[in-house]
């Protein structure tokens, strides 16, 4: 599945906390485009602080496009994404107003430049029977089994991430073959399909320490900010979907409105997790081997201009 983006697609890219927010707004201006989001996190209603989504100020002054899409409770995919990215494209085009693309879903970008992988269709009895088998093994132990059975699967999946471990042993059981070998075949051909798309892709990269240095502020700004406020709103309203759950911190914050978690402990699992997200970022964008990559604007006055100028530049160029 292709999401037909436009003639040129430009985007601005890169792990968490390095502000591409900032830049982007900047360079919006500069192009006359409007803002499309590439985050898997910004589509859900309500969920702001957690996911540093723009506030209301910034949208009417850099209009943002496939944010706020769906509510917290309702599934919400990559293929509901390259719809929302359709329609938003369809009215971009019909006003003459070109896409940046912005944003840090590694998935969802690898989604727009090279279509969505399909695989075989879900066999839900076979999915609850793998569930089970993590219920009893733990999902290390099903990583495991599928590490013996399905290794290059294996060593791109995180042992924790049980949904994608039970969906390659779910993929094998079903088909025969392994989940690594139909993601080749996609590659392959989403390649040859793909290689005549012009695009332009920038990133944003930060030295390790001083990226932790911002994740650290960004985290206790965002929780004084009424990041656990806001998850508790969710929580006895609408709820939270098993997709919107997985945002980044929302858990922790829920656990901490619980008790379970002192506030200390809150402030040091959320810095822990999100250094750990921003290096799983880093390696799914350096799987792309067309991203420019630029120094993000550090602290001193006009750091953000130099870097707005430099994206600028680049874009123009190429």
Known sequence: MSPDPPELLQALVGPTA?????????LAERLGAEIVSVDSMQVYRG????????????LLHAPHHVID???????????????????ALADLSARGVPALFVGGTGFYLKALTHG???????????????????????????????????????????????RRVVRAHEVLEQT??????WQREWRDAAALESAGRPRHL????????????????????MLGAGWVEEAVLIAEGVGFGPTAIQALGYREVLAHAA??????????????????????????????QDITWIA?????????????DEAARLLRRS
């Open 202 to 221: 920038l990133g944003l990269e930060l030295d390790v320490a001083a990226l932790d240095e911002r994740i650290e502020r960004r985290a206790r700004d």
């Open 296 to 308: 993000a604007p550090g602290e001193a006055a006009g750091e953000l201009e130099r870097a707005v």
């Open 47 to 58: 969920m702001d602080v957690g996911t540093a989504k723009p506030d209301r100020a910034t």
């Open 116 to 162: 969505l992988f399909e695989g075989p269709p879900a066999d839900l009895d076979l999915r609850r029977a793998f569930v089970a088998r993590a219920r009893e093994v733990g999902s290390d132990g099903l990583h495991a089994e599928l590490v013996r059975v399905d290794p290059e699967s294996a060593r791109r999946i995180h042992p924790n991430d049980e």
């Open 176 to 181: 025969g073959r392994r989940l690594s070998e």
């Open 259 to 288: 008790g379970e978690l002192t506030r200390p402990e809150l402030e040091e699992t959320i810095r822990l997790r999100t250094r750990q997200f921003a290096r799983r970022q880093r390696t799914w964008f350096r799987k792309f």
């Open 69 to 87: 899409c769906a509510e917290p409770n309702e599934r919400y995919d990559a293929r509901c994404y390259l719809e929302d990215v359709r329609t």
């Open 18 to 26: 390095t502000g591409k927010t900032a830049v982007a707004i900047g």
